[in-house]
DNA sequence: GTGATTTCCTTTCCGAATGAAAATAGATAC
DNA sequence: GTATCTATTTTCATTCGGAAAGGAAATCAC
């Protein structure tokens, strides 16, 4: 594919901004010996390229008093409308990220609520759509 | 818990910086009706709260060649010392994320490969620590 | 009620960053 | 050698971000 459309500098730039995005152009610069003028034409380039997709903040949800962290597995069925399912999950804030998997289940997604009273509320409103297999995540390792 | 730490403000402030950090203080300031230097004062204490954690990007996997994508329940032995399975998922770039849980298995974890040989090397150190359950990602829905 | 204190916001100001335009260098084809 | 194309640097105007000073509103002691 593409390959070739990204250098060794624009790989440098991104694991850069990935890890922090308020480095000013000319910072980088500094890493990559150019002037901030030439990085921030490339980092535009990556924009339009797609490579880039958007701009956005790490957050603590402990402190946002989200408290509990679950992973569900999500057996939809038979008669359920995929359609109808993404359109929940669209609509649910709680859900964080949810895949489409080839494997165990139909769905995979990570949830964070600020109780289990909630957490259970959720459940209630998926098990519309199918079962569900969950397990609480009791600790961060990456 | 600190509930009273932040306000309506904040919250709309963490809303829109979720979205596009690259927002300046005066266009967040026009949604919440303050100058620019408010809400730059505001950003800088949920900083130092540790409420905002840090700034990234957003990128697209497969404009990188990161074709494969796995979701893998970990199921550590039990001679297996955790304290070395979490310097083996430090160490590898490929693991996106990764999670204590409690429920099916020990540990959660999602990776990216830019192929499947990849993506069978990996699960061939992982083996070393004990046994595992494998879904392949075919679609994000969120 | 008065005055002091605290908190938060606005105004003002300055250094730095950003983005655009023009000039320059380097590589390639012929 | 000449023309051409791409990527970088230089230069410049605009805007942003952060610090300091001043003011309004809430709280508290008395």
């Known amino acids: 594919m593409g390959q070739t459309l990204l250098d060794e500098i624009d790989l440098l730039i991104l694991r850069q901004l990935m890890q922090d995005s308020t480095l000013s152009h000319k910072e980088i610069g500094r890493a990559v010996h150019m002037t901030g003028q030439a990085v921030g034409a490339r980092i ?32 939809l069925n038979s008669g359920s409308a995929h359609q109808t399912f993404l359109q929940f999950v669209a609509s649910e804030e709680e859900i964080e990220e949810a895949y489409r998997v080839s494997g165990e289940g ?37």
């Open 44 to 75: 535009r380039r990556l924009r339009e390229l797609g490579v880039i997709t958007g701009y956005s903040i790490g957050w603590d949800p402990e402190k946002l008093g989200l408290n509990v962290h679950a992973l569900i597995t999500v057996f």
């Open 106 to 142: 139909c769905y995979w997604m990570r949830v964070r609520t600020e109780s289990p009273e909630r957490l259970n509320a959720l459940l209630d409103r998926l098990v519309k759509y199918g079962n569900y297999k969950l397990s609480l995540a009791i600790g961060q390792v990456k």
